[in-house]
DNA sequence: CCCGATTGATACCCTGGCGGTATGAGTGGT
DNA sequence: ACCACTCATACCGCCAGGGTATCAATCGGG
């Protein structure tokens, strides 16, 4: 009658994400038991049937698998309420930017240095960090590269310039001009995966690079490994035994602006028209970038 | 530490709406001491002060009010996942269109007779109830005019066209072709309020008109009661009695489709598209209202 | 200037919801 | 057929959250 808890939504995720009552329980830090008793209040509530339980596996229904979709929206929108207002009680209000370490093609001195609405208090975070820290109103705005999930985000394009393909400057591939994805088979990415997959789906949701991007380098160089990465990312860091190549059948990524949808803060607002002058003034208006011989 | 519960945004919500504990603790059927405490207990789970309080009076902190835009957002979200659950669990699928009666602009048994996709279920609500269902999950999609808060919504527009007056036959105004606000001093909306004001702004929210249309109608018939409304929803009840005329100083209304932007549904996608045909091929594509002499 | 009305805070109690433990029951694999 | 696995049931105990009584502070009126 009274409506949904959240304790009963983060429960449902769990179950639903581990699809075991065991694991999820665990995960919960609590007993199986209560988590049971917990979803089967919860279905009743509801008057649906959510999990179709059998002693080997648990599935979702279909009314399962949009109680799902719309739980973790709602539960960001709660984590949001929570840290936004946390946030708000500082004593210096600042503004929060979430970036992925080395991925800001060099204008990250420029906008601190322009914009001066708020101090900015810089999140640094692995890939695919920026967007959750939006969603949870951990950041107020994000620098982060195309693609991701824009759902609730309003974005501005910055730079958009060619995917490149790192390689030890004697791997035989350097020689040429350019390359084929299928051109680098047995070589692998740091992570051990086959490099000609080209990485074209995002890494699985939990993988985390512990891997920064001078660490990447060494491992280039010493032969073998090899690594995508923007052109405006490898302009900024020419090194001698690695050549950067462009790679035919990779999309071109944009480094994009991306800040919470509803967000009516002039903060943020003026946040964005700076980042994008700035990024239009470094880049001489239309990416310059783009379709430019790579780097080195 | 382990998150906030929507109970507690619910108590807060309440409290800083009435800014008044004693009113919401009555408004949440509760005793105002429990009230006080939890909210005291909120500011200590956040560490951060929410409410200003003297014996005579609440306000907020702006913290306070950056928690209170949140909470509601993230408690339309929970709504939302709770009502689209239990909707989604039901044997027969349905598309749930909320729209205001009467402001279908003759579009209705056409779109109801085109889509096929699955069987349209209508939610008649009265001014301004269309984006809250929309927001918390009681409706798929929406017809209804602007102006009204696009937030978290998508929309395609319809139909465009002048705001008119209803004015009764034998007004003096209905000599004229053209009427300008202040010419209707002196009448009244069916509520009450003056109607040279035009009812610029909304409504206050918490007003309903519990007349439909031809009680209305009824009022305006008998005199020096007026009332505004799209050409769109005039031309379909054209009445002996009742001349409309348009309005200068008002802007054009536009009829609009609109659905929560994250909606990934292929049947509101289908819906929305045929709505948007039935549009067009009724309307002979461009806003064949917009501009024209009103009905009558 | 004092007293009463108003309103939020404090103190204390008590109940029921939620989590824990022990155990049962169904099912698939060997 | 038996064992391992996993979810459900039964039962218990605690404390979070709500209720009642009362205090304290502030404002307004006579």
Redesign the pocket.
């Known amino acids: 009658m009274s409506g949904l808890?959240t304790?009963?939504l983060r429960?449902f995720v769990a179950v639903a994400e581990e699809?075991?009552?065991?694991?999820?329980?665990e995960r919960?830090?609590?007993?199986?038991?209560?988590?049971?008793?917990?979803?089967?209040?919860l279905e009743r509530q509801l008057g649906v049937q959510l999990?179709i339980?059998?002693?080997?596996?648990?599935t979702l229904t279909s009314a399962g698998e949009t109680l799902l979709a719309d739980a973790r929206v709602a539960l960001d929108a709660v984590a949001a309420a929570e840290h936004r207002a946390r946030h708000a009680g500082r004593p210096v209000p600042t503004l929060r930017l979430a970036l992925k370490a080395d991925y800001d093609a060099g204008l990250l001195p420029k906008i601190i240095d322009a914009y001066r609405t708020l101090p900015v208090e810089l999140l640094l975070g692995g890939h695919g960090e920026q967007v959750p820290a939006l969603r949870d109103g951990r950041a107020d705005v994000a620098l982060l590269p195309t693609p991701f999930d824009e759902r609730g985000l309003d974005t501005e394009p910055l730079v958009t310039g060619p995917r490149l393909v790192a390689l030890a400057a004697a791997d035989p591939l350097a020689a040429r001009t350019t390359v084929r994805l299928a051109d680098l088979a047995g070589r692998r990415l740091p992570d051990g995966t086959p490099a000609e997959t080209g990485r074209t789906q995002q890494p699985p949701a939990n993988w985390r690079s512990r891997l920064d991007l001078s660490q990447i380098f060494n491992l280039v160089e010493v032969g073998n490994i090899v690594w995508f990465l923007p052109d405006w990312v490898a302009r900024r860091f020419p090194r001698p035994n690695i050549a950067y190549r462009p790679v035919d059948g990779l999309e071109p990524t944009t480094l994009a602006v991306a800040w919470p949808a509803e967000s009516r803060s002039p903060a943020v607002a003026a946040f964005v028209r700076t980042v994008k002058e700035i990024a239009d003034t470094s880049f001489d208006d239309e990416s310059s970038a783009a379709g430019q011989p790579a780097v080195r």
């Open positions: 808890e304790r009963q429960y699809r075991h009552f065991g694991r999820a329980a919960l830090g609590m007993a199986q038991p209560p988590l049971s008793r917990a979803i089967r209040d999990l339980r059998t002693t080997r596996q648990v």
